[in-house]
């Protein structure tokens, strides 16, 4: 195995990327539970027809212990081997294995882990895939065949990136949108592999552009798409490493924001509303303009976590954008408030 993937990152035809970093042309990266090394080097491969480089970084860890420490949330693929050493206070054996499959895909559901190992074991195969477990290999591992599985993981992801991502923006779908929201939710009020925290609480924010349909009149659809791009763009800048942003109809957008209190999401939400009204367009012909946005807030400490969007969007709809450019959230007592207010009351 390990000679193998040095041949690969010298230079020897194969694939790479798969997950979000590759299909926006930046950095892979890869895990090899297996072996205390890292590697970094540039790949070729073939999909559709086409021919391209990137960069992959495959990080290594040599037990349990060290890949909970090493291992990040957005892993593309892993190499796992069920059976490593682990550290005198863990359970050791082909268990720990499979516990920790279990655990990496909760932490990031878009891992794709292809375990391998050398035990004789029945059913350990079934019990890796229902686990999480992408693929199953039994050592020794084949180079050919290894390539051939990396390439269908590639394929599937670039199937997922044409249905998960706007064609327009760039940004997550409506439809990925849900599944990240059903997972999060899913999450609450358990313990982080990451750190060992718990959990929560969640928010979300729904956000809408003001008077779009006036400004697509007045300045064509093509300077719509731009509008719509360099909104997304100034919103994406101004969120945090974890946070999730989608595109879930014509002007709305959905953010979903983990371990995130009503305040700091309410906070958030004006940052994303400043950012916005601070975002200069210029449609040609006419000389500079801006748009502005006005957003709804809800979070898991205030209201049951099923009902986060539904809450979310009564706060944008019914209150935010009756005056527009405005953020409006719950308070404690339920009410729907300006941010403004809310915040100035805890500060």
């Given amino acids: ?119 004789q074991i029945p059913d350990l195969a079934e019990r890796a895939i229902s686990k999480g477990a992408f693929y199953f290999l039994e050592k020794p591992v084949r180079g050919g065949f290894l390539k051939a599985l990396l390439g269908a993981v590639i394929a599937r992801k670039e199937s997922e990136r044409i249905s998960h991502y706007d064609a327009l923006t760039g940004i997550y779908t409506r439809g990925l949108f849900d599944l990240i929201l059903q997972k999060e939710i899913e999450s609450l009020g358990k313990i982080s592999l990451k750190g060992g925290r718990q959990v929560g609480p969640l928010s979300v924010i729904i956000a809408d552009i003001d008077r779009f349909k006036n400004y697509n009149d007045s300045y064509g659809h093509v300077e719509g798409d731009r509008a719509l791009r360099a909104v997304s763009r100034a919103m994406a800048d101004s969120l945090r490493k974890g946070d999730t942003l989608a595109r879930c109809g014509g002007e709305e957008f959905g953010v979903i924001l983990p371990n995130t209190s009503n305040h700091e999401a309410l906070r958030l939400a004006e940052r994303l509303r400043i950012a916005v009204e601070g975002t200069i367009l210029r449609p040609k012909g006419v000389g500079e303009t801006n748009l502005t946005i006005s957003l709804g807030v809800a979070a898991s400490s205030e209201h049951p976590p099923e009902q986060l969007y539904e809450k979310a969007d009564d706060a944008l709809v019914y209150y935010a954008k009756k005056e527009r450019n405005k953020t409006c959230g719950y308070d404690s007592k339920g009410r729907v408030r300006e941010a403004g207010e809310i915040l100035e009351e805890v500060d």
């Fill in 1 to 119: 195995m390990r000679e193998f993937l040095i041949r690969l990152l010298e230079g020897e035809e194969v694939l790479t990327r798969v997950g979000r970093a590759f299909l926006e042309g930046e950095s892979a990266s890869g895990g090899i539970v297996e072996e205390s090394m890292e590697y970094k080097g540039r790949i070729t491969f073939r999909l559709g027809g086409g021919e391209a480089t990137r960069i992959l970084h495959l990080q290594t860890a040599g037990s349990i212990m060290e890949a909970r420490r090493r291992l990040e949330n957005y892993q593309d693929i892993l190499l796992l081997d069920l059976f490593l050493p682990c550290h005198p206070l863990e359970k050791g054996g082909i268990d720990s294995g499979l516990q920790l499959v279990e655990e990496l895909k909760r932490e990031s559901a878009s891992t794709e882990i292809i375990v391998m190992t050398n035990a």
